[in-house]
């Protein structure tokens, strides 16, 4: 990770530099038109003592000063309305970025990462370095225009006085000292506190139907208070920091009122200092102190922006495990398939050669090989652990595989472009997915090329129609997060309901149908023989009597192939296949009764 942690944030620049410079430009009018009002109030204040002021000059100089003051407003709007405008530009191309970024990682990338905690970061923390580069910026931009030019002006009216006043300047410098670190580690201490009650949060709402079903709402609310405490005492000890700072400033603020007041008041009356000067003396104080404040301000802003963007930078350091080794190419045309999309140019035979792979040096798969000829179904069982679910990561490539153990046409997967080998393998998992929008949504979430016809025809493949027709939406039905809205067999069957809208020429389906019963399983495959003909496809099912229809079966044990060929020879040969089957049939026979 990068000792610089704003090098990205500063990086966007380029892109919002316009209204950036525009605010920029906007601080010098609006800050330093305030200091000639005052010097203004000071001559009338001055003139009114020694009797001396005309009424059209008392009135003409109200009116000018009243004019800077519209003239200071408008461009205090300008500013605001630029910076905080380049600072939201930047929030949202930080965000896209980390999103994008994200996207590139593959499931196995990020099964490390709790979802609160990336929440966390990608909201807050990017809000808290979008703070520090708007308000943050524009305030210490201020500073450095207000400051000097009021040290300045003090300098010109009354040298000794000035040199007092740096009393309070340097108090105020050593309470920002003081309270910079702990800040900073405060600071940080409360982002992670916040990214913790995310994570329970979100893992508790997402995790509902668990909680009830072991009561464990007490158990779930106890973590999420302890959770909370954390943050809050967090939260205490950076309000704690906040008010003691802000309690010093004040009180140094006031030192240098009662410095200005004394020492003034004394030039006053020996006559060395105006009382229009005493004024402007006065006004300039407060005027110059609040930058400075707001700098202190920024300074605990800057510690927890900066404890933000490296958490962020921990996001992006991590290397997506499966990139692109292959520039994308584009779609070639396709032969249309009844009811379905068209087929990429591949025509999709698929084969594994000498695949081993392991999950933290545990061995999963060893040395395992076969050959799916395109147009064919390959049926793969085996025992709970065996690898199947890894083996199909493997050749989707969500997962990357040693290379040369996947090909696809003969092509190493690891060479084609992502865009295209995603066009060609479609994927149903195991542990389903569906988002929180309409079940045609769902349906067609695999691009624009699929329209009513497409959807309508996959879910009556997937023999989900009849279920979605009586919804009392239909297919605008809205689902619940996660799909929670539908049984657990509805879910699968409308996630086979997307792969299929896909129209992908290779289909690998794991172990999809799990939750649904084995008469169904069966009916819906029998569904899909028409579609699959003409389609490589790898069905992973527990149930050995799903695999009835595939044209050869392989089966796994502790990660190798043990036995292949068709369901009639596997249970024919007697052995690990032969006795699973007669178990499930067994099993099967005893439901029935």
């Known amino acids: 990770m990068t000792d610089r942690p704003f090098q990205r944030a500063l990086g ?79 929030e949202r191309l930080y965000r896209q970025d980390l999103f994008a970024h994200l996207m590139s990682l593959s499931p196995h990338d990020l099964s490390s990462i709790r979802t609160g905690d990336i929440m966390s970061r990608s909201v807050s923390d990017i809000e808290a370095v979008r703070m520090l580069l708007g308000p943050g910026v524009m305030y210490n931009a201020q500073a450095l225009v207000v400051v000097p030019a009021a040290l300045v002006a003090m300098a010109v009216t009354d040298p000794s006085l000035m040199l007092a006043m740096l009393v309070p300047f340097v108090g105020l410098a050593m309470v920002i000292k003081a309270a910079s670190r702990p800040t900073q580690r405060w ?18 709402l997402s995790g509902i139907r668990v909680v009830k079903a072991f009561a464990a709402e007490p158990l779930t609310a106890s973590g999420f208070r302890s959770k909370g405490a954390n943050l809050l005492q967090a939260n205490l000890h950076l309000a704690t920091l906040r008010g003691i700072t802000s309690a010093g400033v004040t009180a140094v603020k006031e030192l240098g009122v009662l410095v200005i007041l004394a020492v003034g ?11 229009g ?3 402007f003396f006065l006004m300039l104080l407060g005027y110059a102190l609040w ?40 779609r070639a045309e396709q032969p249309e398939l009844p009811g379905l999309p068209a087929l990429p140019a591949l025509k999709g035979q698929l084969k594994v050669s000498h695949l081993s792979h392991a999950w933290d040096g545990a061995l999963v798969l060893d040395d395992v090989s076969f050959t799916v000829p395109p147009g064919t179904t390959l049926g793969i069982t085996g025992r709970t652990g065996c690898g199947k679910s890894t083996l199909v990561q ?10 040369g153990t996947v090909l696809l046409d003969g092509h190493d997967i690891r060479e084609l472009p992502l865009e295209q080998l995603r066009a060609t393998v479609g994927v149903v998992p195991q542990d389903t997915f569906l988002f929180s929008e309409t079940i045609r949504e769902n349906v067609a979430f695999s691009g624009d090329h699929v329209g009513e016809e497409q959807v309508l025809a996959a879910t009556k493949l997937a023999q989900v129609h009849d279920d979605i027709e009586g919804f009392p939406h239909g297919y605008d039905e809205i689902l619940g997060e996660r799909g929670v809205t539908l049984s657990g067999g509805q879910r699968q069957r409308t996630a086979i309901a997307r792969t299929l809208a896909a129209a992908t020429p290779v289909l690998l389906l794991d172990d999809c149908l799990s939750a649904v019963d084995s008469v169904t399983e ?62 499930q049939r067994i099993e099967a026979e005893i439901e029935a009764l």
Do not use: C
């Open 12 to 90: 966007y620049f380029p892109q919002v530099k316009r209204q950036w410079l525009w605010g920029m430009a906007a601080i010098v009018p609006g800050a330093g038109l305030p200091m000639v009002v005052f010097y203004i109030v000071a001559q009338i204040i001055d003139g009114i003592d020694k009797g001396t002021l005309e009424f059209s000059d008392a009135v003409s100089g109200s009116l000018l000063a009243g004019l800077l003051v519209v003239a200071a407003s408008f461009s205090k709007y300008a500013m605001r309305l630029h910076i905080t405008g380049a600072s939201r530009d930047f």
């Open 187 to 204: 600071s940080q201490r409360t982002q992670e506190s916040l990214a913790d009650v995310s994570t329970v949060a979100q893992e508790s």
């Open 265 to 275: 008041g004394w030039h006053v009356v020996s006559g060395d200092l105006s009382k």
């Open 277 to 279: 000067e005493l004024f």
């Open 291 to 330: 930058p400075l404040i707001a700098i202190g301000w920024m300074l605990g802003m800057y510690h927890r922006a900066g404890a933000a963007a490296r958490r962020l930078e921990e996001l992006f350091a991590l290397q997506p495990s499966v990139a692109d080794n292959s520039p994308s190419q584009p």
């Open 394 to 403: 493997l050749m989707a490539r969500l997962v990357d595989p040693p290379p």
């Open 522 to 583: 069966q009916a819906i495959l029998r569904s899909l023989e028409q579609t699959l003909t003409g389609r490589t496809s790898v069905v992973v099912s527990h149930r050995v009597a799903a695999l009835s229809l595939a044209d050869q079966v392989l089966v796994l044990d502790e990660g190798r192939v043990v036995e292949s060929g068709t369901h009639d020879e596997l249970v024919t040969l007697g052995g690990l296949y032969a006795e699973i089957e007669k178990r």
